[in-house]
């Protein structure tokens, strides 16, 4: 009897943990198959809709330099072709990109239409000079995604441009106006400041070609004797036009007994950067004459700003003084004797934006004279002694936007 209860018994019991089993294993299997569903529903939700742009069936790459121009009211760029249609993917609309030139750099037909994948010109000034498609800035800050290619046409930069048949000579005026160019700002995809005239304004300058953009600016392209230079724009203050003439020969007319020294200001004292705003790379110069009693009959200062400045002496006393503008020619002159022996300013004022001071020394004094250039950002001085002896100072703020002066050579 108890035999039979107890095979009873196991039999409930083994009953009971096969069904708890087969529970188990049924839960687990709906788990399963519920994880499935969860997975396979996920996927779909996160797989994006189907692009309008359509299937891109082939890619080409694009010249940069041939330019575009929004071409209609339905121009939209897009980030990318998967965006394409989307309102999230729209980067820019025709009204904020209406004044933009834009260069393509790839070509997409697709099973819609065709696509350019677009940027728009940019002109760096004095950045980026040696690698500027390298860097990050440059193609994030001009990225215009993709446009439809009809909501763009074609544009030309340049109106026209020619080759002279003989060279033209040019000195430098105003060596900080303008700069020098890699090509005129915005007639390529990418353009910058490739030369500086700081170090150029006793050189003999060549054109050998001369262009017009499309807002109808001239620029000349600049050769020396022995390389080529870039693009600047066509200004009579900042190119002087003819052969360069020595200026203490042009201004002191030195005479047959008289006797001329040029002192410059060394590379080292102008340092080593350049300055946005001002030719603090330029050397100043000092032209002197004097008798053979060592007295100081007539001086030439040149400064920062490439301005001449004549002095005529008398006695170790200043008895006129005559500014010029860039260009050389005479601007204004100074006779005051309350002037001439306290200081005067050399300013024309809202035309440029470098003035000079002259302050003159007491005749006990072992200086003469100083002059002294204010730019925008940085000045420089002159000091003249009795003795013949000249000190040159620039000086540019640490805080001062500037670049290495090698970029620009």
Not at 153 to 177: D, H
Not at 193 to 211: G, I, M, N, P, W
Not at 253 to 265: D, R, T
Not at 305 to 320: E, H, L, T
């Given at each position: ?10 039999c409930?019991?083994?009953?009971i943990?096969?069904?708890?089993c ?24 996160s ?22 121009k929004?071409?209609n ?79 763009l ?37 990418y ?18 070609k ?13 050769e ?52 946005v ?21 007539r ?45 005067f300013?050399?300013?024309?004022d ?10 003159f ?38 805080d ?10």
């Amino acid at each position: 009897m108890f035999k039979e209860r107890f095979v009873v018994l196991l039999c409930i019991f083994i009953g009971i943990v096969e069904v708890g089993c087969t529970a188990q294993s049924s839960q687990r299997a709906k788990a399963s198959s519920s994880s499935k569903i969860k997975t396979s529903l996920s996927k779909a939700s996160s797989t994006s809709k189907p692009s309008l742009a359509g299937k891109i069936l082939s890619t080409e790459k694009m010249n940069p330099d041939i330019a575009y121009k929004v071409a209609n009211k339905k121009t939209v760029f897009y980030y990318n072709l998967k965006d394409y249609g989307s309102k999230d993917g729209i980067i820019s609309d025709n009204v904020t990109a209406r004044g933009s030139i834009f260069g393509a750099t790839k070509k997409y037909v697709t099973t819609t239409g065709t696509y350019f994948r677009v940027f728009s010109y940019a002109a760096n000034g004095f950045e980026n000079a040696k690698s500027p498609e390298g860097s990050a800035d440059y193609i994030s800050d001009n990225d215009f995604g993709v446009v439809k290619a009809d909501g763009l046409k074609q544009f030309s930069t340049v109106k026209s441009e020619w080759t002279y048949s003989q060279k033209q000579p040019y000195y430098v005026g105003n060596p900080y106006a303008h700069r020098i160019w890699s090509a005129p700002a915005n007639t390529k995809h990418y353009t910058y400041v490739s030369h500086v005239f700081d170090r150029l304004v006793s050189t003999q300058l060549y054109a050998t070609k001369e262009l017009v953009t499309y807002k109808g600016n001239h620029y000349v392209y600049l050769e020396t004797a022995k390389r080529s230079l870039g693009w600047v724009y066509k200004s009579s203050k900042t190119l002087v036009a003819g052969y360069y003439r020595d200026p203490g020969k042009q201004f002191l007319n030195p005479k047959g007994h008289e006797k001329m020294v040029m002192k410059k200001q060394s590379k080292k004292s102008t340092g080593t950067r350049v300055d946005v705003n001002d030719s603090t790379a330029l050397s100043q110069r000092v032209y002197q004459i004097r008798n053979k009693k060592r007295h100081t009959l007539r001086i030439l200062t040149i400064g920062m700003d490439n301005r001449p400045i004549v002095f005529n002496f008398k006695n170790g006393k200043a008895v006129r003084a005559q500014t010029y503008e860039y260009w050389r020619k005479p601007w204004k002159k100074i006779t005051s004797k309350k002037k001439l022996r306290t200081h005067f300013t050399v300013s024309h004022d809202f035309d440029e934006q470098s003035w000079s001071t002259v302050h003159f020394y007491k005749q006990k004094s072992k200086k003469m004279v100083r002059v002294r250039t204010y730019g925008t950002d940085s000045q420089a001085t002159i000091w003249i002694y009795r003795s013949g002896k000249v000190r040159f100072n620039t000086h540019m703020p640490k805080d001062v936007a500037s670049y290495p002066l090698s970029d620009f050579k």
